[in-house]
């Protein structure tokens, strides 16, 4: 483990002097008043996710382990300003970024934040952060994890990285068994404890929507087609449909994607404050953390990311009694899976299936389909009971 520290130490303060004041560091480095401040005291869980979707996986769990230990008080960290912003003001713990991966960032966060176990969700693994809960002795316990090949920390070819990780981390709770042979080629033993995003998107039914979207979704005389975490890749493509008959609704997975997605609709413009609710063809969303809520309004669905690495969460549509649509990559998602062989997503890169499947939609052929799709995910929650014991066993609650 002597090289990756030596990297890391010289790599994050030359990368902090060169970046450009919107970078991901500077960001980060906007968020130090907690080296300031007092440590915190009494028992304190540490949640750390790399972005929004990740953090409402864990929410559920958070919540309920502090729900039934009230003496306990939680830290959240997320890696992302696409998770840091939306939940900054979360009011049932402090928010942070997650300091840079370097040996004196991570000692100073831990005596800081002195948690009695850490609760890492699905993949955000960084060495420094998880050498300082080794040696501190705090149990790691990581969660929903879904490895359906051998993650890169794990690799026989980083042996001392390896080796670290593998200290480091008290319980290892994987999302099915094909996961838990995936790590047992590894030579560890981990836990089916269930995908927790079932339980955070069956939360999701009774989510209000905000009025003056309602007010919008009332003002359009056409079925609505929203489109959730589009990439770049997706609007390309749709903009070679048809989709006359729809008000075509964006929501970008990343904000400063909103100009490249404009330049395939030209008459897409971003949504401001005081805009008056009329009737529209295109409508751009950019505000953190409604996009859970619009899908309740929509007649079609399209998830992002199914032209480039992996299409975005579908179960917060699915839960919305919606059938999804997407692009052809879907497989690194566990849960879709199970989606695609029910009929709850359709996925292809064909113009005539997309096609077929926007033309079902604006004629109301899905309405049923969506509503089983609903029941099935409410039938598969449990994973957070599973993770609750799994905590509590790790600090001996």
């Not at 864990?58 to 230990?69: D, N, S, T, Y």
């Not at 094909?178 to 079932?198: H, M």
């Not at 087609?225 to 749709?238: P, T």
């Not at 389909?369 to 993770?387: D, H, P, T, V, Y």
């Amino acid at each position: 483990m002597l090289i990756y520290p030596l990297i890391s130490a010289i790599f994050f303060p030359l990368w902090r002097v060169l970046a450009s004041k919107n970078s991901w560091i500077k960001k980060v480095e906007s968020d130090r008043g907690w080296k300031s401040d007092a440590p915190i005291k009494g028992n304190v869980i540490w949640m750390h996710s790399a972005s929004l979707g990740e953090f409402e996986m864990g929410r559920p769990v958070l919540e309920k382990f502090l729900e039934q230990h009230s003496d306990w008080n939680a830290v959240v960290t997320f890696f992302s300003p696409s998770g840091y912003e939306p939940r900054k003001n979360y009011s049932r713990a402090k928010v942070h970024y997650l300091p840079v991966d370097t040996n004196s960032e991570a000692e100073a966060w831990l005596a800081y934040c002195r948690p009695k176990v850490a609760l890492f969700i699905r993949y955000d693994i960084w060495p420094n952060h998880l050498n300082a809960l080794r040696k501190r002795r705090v149990p790691l316990v990581l969660v929903a994890m879904s490895a359906s090949s051998m993650p890169w920390y794990l690799s026989k070819w980083l042996p001392l990285i390896r080796k670290n990780v593998i200290s480091a981390i008290h319980s290892w709770g994987v999302v099915n068994q094909e996961d838990a042979a995936t790590l047992n080629r590894a030579g560890i033993q981990s836990a089916v404890l269930g995908n927790p995003k079932y339980d955070y998107a069956a939360q999701l039914i009774n989510v209000p929507v905000p009025k003056r979207y309602l007010n919008w979704k009332m003002a359009q005389t056409k079925p609505i087609l929203l489109v959730g975490s589009a990439h770049n890749q997706d609007i390309k493509f749709l903009s070679q449909l048809d989709c006359s008959a729809f008000s075509i609704w964006v929501v970008p997975h990343k904000p400063e994607d909103a100009q490249n997605q404009s330049g395939f609709f030209p008459k897409l413009q971003a949504l401001k404050e005081m805009d008056v609710p009329k009737e529209t063809d295109l409508l751009l969303i950019t505000e953190f953390g409604v996009l859970s809520s619009l899908y309740s309004l929509a007649d079609a669905i399209i998830v992002g990311g199914g032209f480039g690495k992996a299409t975005h969460n579908v179960l917060e549509a699915t839960v919305q009694s919606k059938v999804v649509m997407t692009g052809p990559n879907w497989h690194k998602v566990s849960e879709n899976q199970s989606l695609i062989q029910k009929g709850y997503l359709k996925s292809s890169r064909s113009k005539h299936d997309w096609n077929h499947y926007l033309e079902d939609a604006r004629k109301g052929l899905l309405i049923e389909k969506g509503k089983e799709a609903q029941k099935w995910l409410l039938e598969q929650q449990g994973a957070s009971e599973n993770i609750l014991k799994k905590l509590e066993q790790a600090v001996q609650l």
